[in-house]
């Protein structure tokens, strides 16, 4: 069975400047991102000893081990693709995003709705956690959802497509404790083409919730 890698980061650790400092990326990717990857490993194969052994004892940490690590990994890795140099913005039609654009506006009224909504919902996490546009199936619709830690408080199915990390690991050497001053700061940085991607991949793959 196949472990879970590290990905590549798709830009050279000085990419994101001045939004976002190199040390940040390397830290970021290279050690936490990297320790989320192990951490889902490692679960994995507590997991299998368990089942080999009938050992049970440890059953409720490991399921919660598994679930903080392995979201962890999944989130950065979208993480590192929802941003580029040359992002930032809104999406647009003359982009090639105009249907990403439209369904912002139909869910939320507005991309400025949308924005400060999404906004709200990254600076204001208790503690560690996330902001992530999402969408969802059933309704077929786009949501913001807050996640706390890397698991939390998400629709079941939702599928995100933008992620704004506000760990502290994620802005704390550069901004200090304004960590609203660093959600701000990342909307100069989002690739709303590769947010565009994922929408429609979303569409086409809702998952099994629809199914009869």
Known sequence: MAVYTLPELPYDYAALEPVISPEIIELH????HAAYVKGANDTLEQLAEAREKDAWASINGLEKSLAFHLSGHIL???????MSGDGGGEPLEKD???ELADAIAESFGSFERFKAQMTRAAATTQGSGWGVLAYEPVGGRLVVEQV???QGNVG?????ILVF???EHAFYLQYRNQKV???EAMWRVVNWQ???RRYEAAKRNPGLLLAP
């Open 148 to 150: 706390y830690d890397h």
């Open 165 to 167: 990390d506000a760990w």
């Open 194 to 196: 590769d947010v565009a």
């Open 181 to 183: 001053d660093f959600i």
């Open 96 to 98: 090639g995003v105009g």
């Open 156 to 160: 079941q199915g939702s599928t995100p």
């Open 76 to 82: 950065h890795s979208i993480y590192w693709h929802n």
């Open 29 to 32: 990717h290279d050690k936490h």
